[in-house]
């Protein structure tokens, strides 16, 4: 156990919605990162943010947008779902803002349907 | 736009067998990780390595970071079925940004 929680588990939803993913890091770290794996692909950084603020932005369609509120829980919100975008949703937490060492939580896996 | 490529991509060895994996750029890096992931789990660190030519063990899988920090082997020996799942590495760059490879998908067959 990383100690990084993700919910929920599994979402399933249809084209066009909006959801929302949730992230708790480790306690006491205040990076949160977000990373995309679609199925037997490599893992796709879409976004960092340490203690509230957005650090660094990788590959991040405009329709997904992320937000790490005071508590350093944070929230991956996607919107008008395509076929394309099923796949698992990893966030990582780290206790600097390095990329020294991440620590995965265990995927949000969504299916659009 | 840094690069890091693992080879091979995919690997089937019987049980018993020693092998290695490798990550490797033209960039130079100031730390490099590995990390193993199994179906439907997130990553889980391996090992980081942060000086050129350091070698770090754990149990039966040696890791490697090149003099140069462009480049990492892992070797595992005697391969068990526990050792099956994608192991992926990241290179730290210059900024602090982690570059990723695409992995390394490895199966071991009792």
Request: with cysteine.
């Amino acid at each position: 156990d990383s100690g990084v929680t993700q919910t929920p588990k599994h979402l399933i939803t249809a084209t066009g919605q909006r959801v929302t993913l949730r992230c708790s890091p480790r306690s006491g770290d205040l990076s949160v990162y977000w990373y995309q794996q679609s199925l037997d692909q490599g893992l796709q950084f879409l976004i960092q943010y340490y203690n509230g603020e957005e650090r660094a932005k990788g590959n991040i369609l405009e329709r997904f947008s992320a937000q790490q509120f005071p508590d350093l829980h944070s929230e991956l919100n996607l919107s008008s779902l395509e076929l394309g975008d099923s796949a698992l949703y990893f966030c990582a937490s780290s206790p600097r803002t390095d990329n020294y060492e991440q620590y995965f939580g265990p995927g949000t896996r969504l299916t659009v349907t | 736009t840094q690069l890091l490529e693992q080879s091979p991509q995919f690997l089937s060895i019987q049980e018993g067998e020693n092998l290695t994996v490798y990550c490797n750029s033209s960039s130079v890096f100031s730390s490099l990780q590995w990390y193993r992931q199994e179906p439907g789990e997130g990553p889980v660190l391996l090992v980081t390595v942060v000086t050129g030519g350091e070698v770090k063990k754990l149990k039966r899988l040696t890791f490697q970071f090149g003099d140069a920090r462009k480049d990492s082997s892992l070797h595992i020996t005697a391969a068990q079925p526990g050792d099956t799942g994608l192991y992926l590495c990241a290179g730290a760059d210059s900024n602090y940004q982690l570059i990723w490879g695409a992995g390394t998908k490895l199966i071991i067959k009792p």
